[in-house]
């Protein structure tokens, strides 16, 4: 009998103290919820100050240019809070109620980064046109480059001449203009 006072004794106190632990846990969870909400206030004032941030570079020109610096010291910022949340959104209310004010800042947000979105599309249309035109003039070039070698490949491959000419050489590389396929006047210049 004393086996069983003695685990009767050791659950009563198990509950006992587990009784005593849950106020504690709802006053973290309390205090929990207000560090969540003064988090969530200062990320919206982050967010607003980076808006601002946003449209004054757009204002001033710079949106292009200067815009990544100014986005890593945003989130060199952001990054320690997003730890911390992290270890304190134990709470499932409180992760939803996180995660909604979230949304409803990135949605004011996007407006104020519309501007420098379309200037960032702008700038890549431009530079992928300029890229289309480097391609254009490099093909243009390999074609100028290849016929010249095509020409004087049929040099080299004319039965029963044994030397080539070096002035036939000559021709076909200092030519600037592009050399026309033309087998048959190879053939007759030699």
């Known amino acids: 009998m004393k086996k069983s006072s003695a685990a009767y004794a050791a659950s009563t106190a198990a509950t006992a103290a587990a009784a005593a632990a849950r106020p ?29 941030q946003q449209q004054h570079n757009v204002s001033s020109g710079a949106a292009a240019g200067s815009d990544g610096p100014a ?61 289309q ?15 010249k070698l095509r020409r004087i490949e049929i040099l080299c491959t004319i039965p029963g001449k044994t030397s080539l000419h070096v002035k036939d050489i000559q021709d076909i590389l200092y030519a600037k203009d592009h050399p026309q396929d033309n087998t048959e006047a190879t053939h007759n210049n030699i």
């Open 71 to 131: 986005t890593n010291s945003v989130s060199k910022r952001l990054h320690p809070q997003q730890q911390s949340r992290g270890r304190e959104d134990t709470a499932s209310s409180s992760s939803s109620s996180s995660s909604s004010s979230s949304s409803s800042s990135s949605s004011s947000s996007s407006s104020g980064a519309s501007g420098a979105s379309a200037a960032a599309a702008a700038a890549a249309a431009a530079a992928v046109e300029a890229l």
């Open 133 to 147: 035109e480097e391609l254009q003039q490099a093909v243009l070039e390999r074609d100028f480059y290849y016929t």
């Open 24 to 52: 504690t846990a709802a006053g973290a969870q309390s205090s929990s919820r207000c560090r969540i909400q003064q988090q969530q206030q200062q990320q919206q004032q982050q967010q607003q100050q980076q808006q601002k």
